[in-house]
């Protein structure tokens, strides 16, 4: 019995040291990536990147994503209800995370179609459309013609605009961008310069309120 | 000495815990993705947690039997892992070709602790210990 008591205790110990080393871990890396946020902001807002809502709201959220990105789908839908509830009070930019397989070629084109003034109508109909062009995690440019052409986009001005060097100019650097902020998940939401503490839409849902709060 | 067999055995489950633990903070809190080689580590790792605790309460002495081979086998993989990671078996002839590279080293402590070589000592230990509880349970 004194052993079985023995035993529960070490078990409770070590539950104890992993749960106190994960929080303090995480802690941690959460400072450290609040400082490192701070000190990187012009990696963080870049004026060309697509924008959403009033350009001088007190509350600017700049997400990471690919539109490969499952969790970036979901979240696409909650970000907007956010800014629907809120008006004139929250910006959102996008920025170009690529990072799933053959992901770079699908954003282009979602840059390209800026040029016709349909990024949002193309980038819904790409989350819409998602299972059908990302197999096993792979993107699969050449599986998007029919989402495209629903957008009612000039097709052809779409294909010449998508292989401008400065659209995989751009890409290249929101990547590098991505890499300077720590980003290596998708989506990945900076909310006035502030990192997630934690990913989850309750956390991001918070920081916003926050934000909402100290600028009313 | 019949006491000290559980004593042995409760210090084998000690230490599979342990690098149970520590393989789950470092993949699940650290976020560093676990190799092919990684993972057969965990396969034998992980179920000597459960097995020695079973062993142990009732006390049981032929749990030796059942988690012996599975600290062998894990031995194995983690003394490939570690001659991988210091170059002496060429990369070409490990099973990870996709994803994270095994000969990848992601923790150096102290210049030469290494992923690896923790989970060598976790096994060397276990099966060392395991043995010596075979042999004085058997007295």
Request: overall charge neutral.
């Amino acid at each position: 019995m004194k052993q079985k008591n023995l035993f529960m205790a070490v078990v409770a110990l070590l539950i104890l040291a992993f749960a106190g080393g994960a929080f303090f871990y995480k802690k941690q890396q959460a400072e450290q990536a609040a400082q490192n946020a701070a000190n990187n902001m012009a990696a963080l807002v870049r004026a060309d990147a697509q924008s959403f809502g009033n350009p001088n709201a007190p509350v600017h959220i700049v997400e990471f994503f690919d539109p490969a990105c499952g969790t970036c789908r979901e979240f696409y839908p909650l970000v907007k209800a956010m800014m629907t509830a809120h008006p004139d009070k929250i910006r959102l930019t996008m920025r170009y995370a690529p990072f799933h397989p053959g992901s770079e070629a699908v954003v282009k084109v979602l840059e390209a179609s800026r040029k016709q003034d349909k990024f949002e109508t193309t980038l819904e109909a790409l989350f819409a459309g998602q299972d059908k062009w990302v197999i096993n995690h792979t993107s699969h440019v050449e599986m998007t013609g029919p989402i495209l052409e629903s957008t009612g986009m000039d097709m052809a001005r779409l294909q010449n605009d998508a292989n401008a060097p400065a659209v995989a100019a751009m890409i290249v650097r929101d990547l590098a961008d991505a890499k300077t902020m720590n980003v290596t998940m998708t989506p990945e939401y900076f909310v006035n310069g502030k990192p997630l503490p934690q990913f989850g839409f309750e956390e991001l849902k918070k920081l916003v309120d926050d934000e909402l709060a100290n600028t009313q | 000495m019949k006491t000290t067999a559980p004593t042995l055995i409760f210090t084998a489950w000690l230490v599979a815990t342990v690098a149970a633990l520590g393989a789950l903070f470092m993949s699940e809190v650290m976020g560093l993705a676990p190799c092919v080689l990684c993972w057969w580590q965990r396969i034998f790792m992980f179920p000597l947690v459960m097995i020695l605790a079973l062993g142990l309460f009732p006390f049981d002495a032929k749990v030796t039997r059942y988690a012996l081979p599975l600290a062998v086998i894990g031995l194995g993989v983690a003394g490939f892992h570690v001659l991988l990671t210091m170059g002496i078996i060429p990369e070409a002839l490990a099973p990870c070709r996709q994803g994270i590279p095994c000969k990848t080293i992601q923790i150096e402590w102290f210049g030469f602790v290494t992923i690896p070589l923790l989970s060598l000592f976790a096994f060397l230990t276990i099966t060392g210990l395991l043995l010596a509880a075979t042999r004085s349970a058997s007295k």
